[in-house]
């Protein structure tokens, strides 16, 4: 066996004996592995509440779709931004950092506002961690310009056999206000490669649906590379009226992390590649740490961020325990006061009858027993936020939340 492929290679030798004791542990651990603590070296210093924003990185792919008169082009449309967000979900991170990295587990409550400014004007983000146990993130994106929004919730639920494993709980709905059309997408179950040489990296796979209420169903194969043959990444999806998967009007085929092509299925005429290395994403505009709220994320982890990028794991661990016992305190205060905790921008619900509509038509279900409900999100709750922002800071003010930040700019364009 070669040097390259010997178990741990990508690790330090200084950190290989730990990394050999955690694959060790998560080889023989039984409940959900979210709940393990991972040697230091493969935490991430993000908060797993900021990876809401990995949908819109590229604006004009996510407004596209309202400026399509055809309602099978604009189905097309919708499937050609959901692929593109792909790289950017489950492989930006690889790119950035060399490997995968474990992300710091949100708290309740927590929050992470930001927006994007481009061609297609302000578009806009709030994500926030409405469930601890089981752990749940809950978004809400919208561009008002083009009447675009995407809102969804999602847990994961990890386990081990051969590798690591995990299933993605929930789901997203897109909205087209000029043609009241919605669009419900469902999540990718995905496995760790490359866990056992110290470089861990996102593999997608089985099967994903785009369901619209204009009649087009989208289904999405993934799939990786394997002993003899494929391709690392693979991603094929056809478009079809929907209950007639055999009359297939357009086919998208090749590698989400990079090149993919989308086809005339009937003239099998190339209509388009997409080349997702050469599109580069537009910044998402956050507020300085100093205009945050306390409960928003960046400013929240900051200590923790701070020495898990010095490498301080004796810092890091303090840090971390801090927030955490804080938390340990406030969900027993609100155990003894009988009351629950106030989701800022999110309300729960036992159905949705617009969810029901759609997922009916793929057999997919919402499991709100894992997810602790369906979130939903509260346009009444953010305004009523924005307008205490704006009485207690002042209309010049940039005011996030209740105190300075990004939300407040947001309202005043």
């Not at 690591?164 to 009241?180: C, D, M, P, S, T």
């Not at 997702?276 to 945050?292: C, D, M």
Request: proline share 5%; charged share 25%.
């Amino acid at each position: 066996m070669s040097a390259s492929t010997e178990e741990g290679a990508a690790i330090s030798p200084h950190n290989r004996g730990s990394w050999t004791t955690f694959l060790k542990s998560i080889a023989s651990f039984s409940g959900d592995l979210s709940s393990l603590t991972a040697p230091p070296f493969i935490l991430s210093s993000t908060s797993l509440v900021e990876y809401s924003s990995y949908w819109a990185e590229h604006p004009a792919l996510f407004v596209a779709a309202s400026q399509e008169p055809d309602p099978a082009k604009r189905a097309l449309a919708v499937l050609k931004w959901f692929v593109s967000t792909l790289k950017q979900q489950y492989s930006s991170r690889n790119e950035k950092l060399g490997s995968e990295k474990k992300p710091l587990n949100p708290f309740l409550g927590e929050l992470f506002l930001g927006r994007w400014e481009d061609e297609v004007g302000p578009t806009h983000l709030v994500s926030e961690q409405v469930s601890h146990h089981p752990p749940v993130t809950a978004y809400c994106i919208w561009n008002e310009k083009h009447g675009v929004q995407l809102q969804g919730y999602n847990a994961q639920k990890a386990s081990f056999s051969r590798t690591i494993h995990v299933r993605q709980i929930g789901h997203a709905l897109l909205h087209l206000e000029r043609f009241q059309e919605d669009y419900l997408i469902t999540l990718p179950s995905l496995h760790i490669e490359g866990l056992i040489y110290g470089s861990p990296f996102v593999e997608l796979n089985k099967s994903t649906y785009i369901q619209s209420s204009s009649g087009y169903t989208a289904k999405i194969d993934y799939s990786g590379k394997g002993w003899l043959s494929g391709k690392k990444n693979s991603v094929s999806a056809v478009l079809y009226p929907t209950g007639r998967e055999k009359e297939i009007i357009y086919t998208l085929d090749g590698q989400w992390t990079d090149t993919f092509t989308i086809r005339d299925a009937r003239s099998k005429r190339e209509l388009e590649t997409y080349h997702g290395r050469a599109n580069a994403t537009t910044p998402l505009r956050v507020a300085p740490l100093e205009q945050q709220g306390p409960l928003e994320s960046r400013r929240a982890w900051r200590h923790v961020a701070a020495a898990i990028e010095k490498g301080d794991m004796d810092r890091t661990g303090a840090a971390k325990s801090l927030i955490e016992n804080q938390q340990r305190d406030l969900r027993r205060q609100e155990q003894a006061e009988q009351r629950d905790w106030d989701r800022r921008y999110f309300v729960r619900l036992d159905r949705d009858p617009r969810f029901d509509a759609l997922a009916a038509k793929i057999g997919e279900r919402a499991d709100p027993d894992k997810t602790g409900g369906i979130w939903r999100w509260d346009p009444a709750k953010y305004r009523a936020t924005v307008e205490a922002a704006r009485a207690a800071t002042g209309p010049t003010s940039n005011a996030v939340d209740s105190s300075p930040g990004l939300l407040q700019q947001q309202q005043q364009q």
